[in-house]
Each structure stands twice: as structure tokens, then as C-alpha cells.
């Protein structure tokens, strides 16, 4: 009989012990997990305020160099502000994700959403021999996350740039509304990507461009689709690529409509 209590409470004892070293393992994983949820904010922010900064080191640059003209300096500087405006926005934006918080979605008007992100791009697409066509309609709205939709949008752009230096070629920007959603097609004539890539290019750290393959002075990272593609499946939408070598690629996005009741 004493001997069954024994064992019992000898069992007893090292249940208490195995739940005391459960709950110290998942408060470990919480940390962990909170470690790992920073280090892909930094890395988000990083990149997404990397991407504002030449343009805002070049409206900054055109006001400096041109102070006579007070009409010029006031507007570069208007634009100054207002990319700073987004940087913090995009940073508020990044931490919200890393921390797996929901932001509040609204209806936002598509057309205002893509004229921003040329007007902080402050890069004449002309220069690099870019025609840039839009086929939105004013009065198209999207049910998202503004700041995030330009980032997906911003990334999109940025590629297509890249994918047409230095020759140039058509960036077409164009959106349709379907019943139960919109959807926005970002089109360039460039390079293309090859087959073998597809199935890499939304993962995180794939680049082809890097060194002498790299079309801009900088190297990419490899995170601006990666990016793209956990904002979108925070929107519950879908992005996908078509593409072919030497003729262009085209990236497709799906943005649903709010269900009845849910705007
Ligand atoms: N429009 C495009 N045309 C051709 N290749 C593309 C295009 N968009 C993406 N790619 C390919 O997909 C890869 C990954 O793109 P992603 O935007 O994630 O990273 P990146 O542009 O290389 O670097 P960054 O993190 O600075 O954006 C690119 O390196 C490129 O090979
Ligand atoms: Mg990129």
C-alpha cells in the first residue's frame, strides 16, 4: 500500500516537473519567436526605407543646389516632407506585421495610391527611356492597407525599372474591377525571368542581381517580392508572375472586395 502512495506521488512530482519545464519551453519559444519577429521588421524596414532614400537625398539635393529658385526648393521640399511622412508610416506598417498585428483596411482610391508612389519615386522614367502607361479608372477603389499596397506597388515599379535598364521599354500599370475584386496587372518589356527562377523569385534572399549582373549601382536583397507576397496574403489576395526571356513579365495581383457587412 505504501508503497503504491509512493510511487504515485513520486509520479505526481515529476508531472509537476515535466509541466514547470513545458511552460519554461514555451515562454522560451515566445521570446524566440518575438526575436524572430523583430529581426524580419528590421529587415522590412531596412528595405522599404532603403528604397526612399535616394529619392529623398535627390529632392533634397535639388533644393540645396538651387536656393535662388524659391518656388522649386519650397516644392522639393514639400516632397522631403512627405516621403519622410511615408518612411515613418512604412516603418509604423512594418512592425505592425512583424508582430503579426492586423492593420485596418479602408477603401482607397487606386489611382491617388499609384501618383504618390511616382511622385516619391522623384525619378524621371523618361531618362532611362521608360514610357510609363496607366489604365486605371478615377473613381477605382481597393479595400487595403494604403502604405501597404505601395509597398507592394513601389517594389513591383522598381523591378520593372530595373528589368528594362538600360534600354528602356513600357511600364504599364493597369487595374479591372470584377464583381468580387480588383484586380492590378504591373507589365514590363524587359528581360524577363528565366523558367528555372519562377518558383524562386517570391522567396526571401533570391536575387539574380547582384555585382556586374546588377542593373542599378546598388545590389539587390532579394526581399522586395518576398515582402510583396506576406503583404498580399495579409490582404487575403493572391499575386502571381508571368514572364517570358527577352519579352517582359507580368505580375497580377487580386485584391478582394470586403464581403457585406465587413467595410
Ligand atoms: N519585373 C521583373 N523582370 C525580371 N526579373 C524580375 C522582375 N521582378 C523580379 N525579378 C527577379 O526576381 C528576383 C527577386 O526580386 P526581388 O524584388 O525580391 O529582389 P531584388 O529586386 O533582387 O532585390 P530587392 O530586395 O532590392 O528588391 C530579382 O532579383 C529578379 O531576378
Ligand atoms: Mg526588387
Not at 28 to 48: C, K, V
Not at 108 to 124: H, M, Q, S
Not at 171 to 190: F, H, M, Q, Y
Request: charged content about 20%; some cysteine.
Amino acid at each position: 500500500m505504501a508503497s503504491i502512495t509512493g510511487k504515485r506521488l513520486s509520479l505526481h512530482r515529476s508531472l509537476e516537473d515535466q509541466q514547470h519545464q513545458n511552460d519554461a519551453l514555451k515562454s522560451r519559444f515566445a521570446q524566440l519567436q518575438h526575436l524572430a519577429n523583430m529581426g524580419t521588421a528590421s529587415y522590412m524596414i531596412a528595405h522599404e526605407i532603403n528604397n526612399l532614400l535616394t529619392p529623398l537625398r535627390n529632392y533634397a539635393t535639388l533644393a540645396l543646389n538651387n536656393p535662388d529658385d524659391k518656388a522649386l526648393a519650397e516644392k522639393a521640399l514639400q516632397r522631403v516632407v512627405r516621403n519622410c511622412e511615408r518612411a515613418s508610416k512604412i516603418t509604423e506598417s512594418m512592425l505592425a506585421i512583424a508582430n503579426g498585428q492586423t492593420q485596418e483596411k479602408k477603401e482607397a482610391r487606386l489611382l491617388t495610391l499609384v501618383e504618390e508612389i511616382f511622385t516619391c519615386l522623384c525619378r524621371d522614367f523618361a531618362k532611362d527611356g521608360i514610357t510609363v502607361e496607366t489604365c486605371i479608372a478615377q473613381d477605382l477603389t481597393v479595400w487595403a492597407v494604403p502604405v501597404q499596397i505601395q509597398q507592394v506597388l513601389m517594389n513591383l515599379i522598381l523591378n520593372a525599372r530595373d528589368a528594362m535598364l538600360p534600354h528602356g521599354g513600357v511600364l504599364t500599370i493597369k487595374a479591372t474591377e470584377r464583381s468580387d475584386a480588383v484586380e492590378i496587372e504591373v507589365t514590363d518589356t524587359g528581360d524577363g525571368i528565366e523558367p528555372a527562377d519562377l518558383k524562386n523569385i517570391f522567396g526571401s534572399f533570391f536575387t539574380t542581381k547582384t555585382g556586374k549582373n546588377s542593373p542599378s549601382e546598388y545590389s539587390g536583397s532579394g526581399l522586395g517580392l518576398a515582402f510583396c507576397k506576406k503583404i498580399i496574403d495579409g490582404h487575403d489576395g493572391l499575386i502571381s508572375v508571368e514572364s517570358k526571356v527577352s519579352q517582359g513579365s507580368k505580375f497580377k495581383i487580386t485584391l478582394p472586395k470586403p464581403q457585406s457587412g465587413n467595410s
